[in-house]
């Protein structure tokens, strides 16, 4: 099946994009599915990574870092007519041949997402997602894990994914695309 042509009975982007104004929304599978409101953890984990990523990597990097990225946090990024998704913290390259990401949804590929999992729906960020961005070629993909205190780091390679790193709280890791800077993984799970 060609990548525009989508079964009957399957959501698309006009179905997603037609939704009053509801926070979390994606559309995985051709199915509209409404991520829940964030725990604690989850939250604290996300926008901890947010802030690290965009302190050293973000725009021009702030004096602290490299810079080279663009970053965005819960925006709806286009990859298949059946599949827009809405990653917890998403990254291109400022060197990205598509440009700064603008739109809704985005449909430049992003170079780096990150999913902090969430109780409710671990298979999604494990499984379908894991798929379709492997599928299309996004160049790193981390999974923060509030409830095992677990940062899982994955480089894109045409066999399929590579795992590259699994660290824990309590260490201080180079977690690659973002490894020009040292990461102490506990500040993802609310260490001081």
Not at 64 to 74: K, L, T, V
Not at 125 to 135: G, I
Request: aromatic share 10%.
């Amino acid at each position: 099946m060609a990548s525009t042509e989508v079964p009957a009975g399957l959501a698309i982007e006009a179905d997603l994009l037609a939704l009053p104004e509801k926070p979390g929304a994606e559309l995985i599978d051709g199915v509209i599915v409404y991520k829940p409101a964030p725990s604690w953890e989850h939250g604290d984990g996300q926008l901890s990574l947010g802030s690290f990523a965009r302190r050293y990597f973000g725009h021009g990097g702030g004096g602290e870092g490299p810079g080279g990225w663009w970053m965005g946090s819960e925006v709806d990024i286009w990859f298949e007519p059946t599949q827009i998704y809405r990653p917890d913290l998403a990254s291109w390259r400022r060197t990205n041949p598509g440009g700064k990401p603008k739109g809704r949804p985005v449909r430049i590929r992003p170079d780096w997402v990150c999913e902090v999992l969430s109780s409710s729906n671990p298979k999604n960020d494990l499984v379908n997602k894991h798929r379709v961005y492997q599928r299309h070629g996004v160049g790193h993909y981390w999974l923060v894990d509030p409830e095992a205190a677990v940062l899982t780091v994955y480089r894109w390679q045409a066999e399929g994914y590579l795992n590259v790193l699994i660290a824990t709280a309590g260490e201080t890791v180079k977690a690659e695309p973002f490894d020009a800077v040292e990461l102490r993984v506990g500040t993802l799970f609310g260490e001081d």
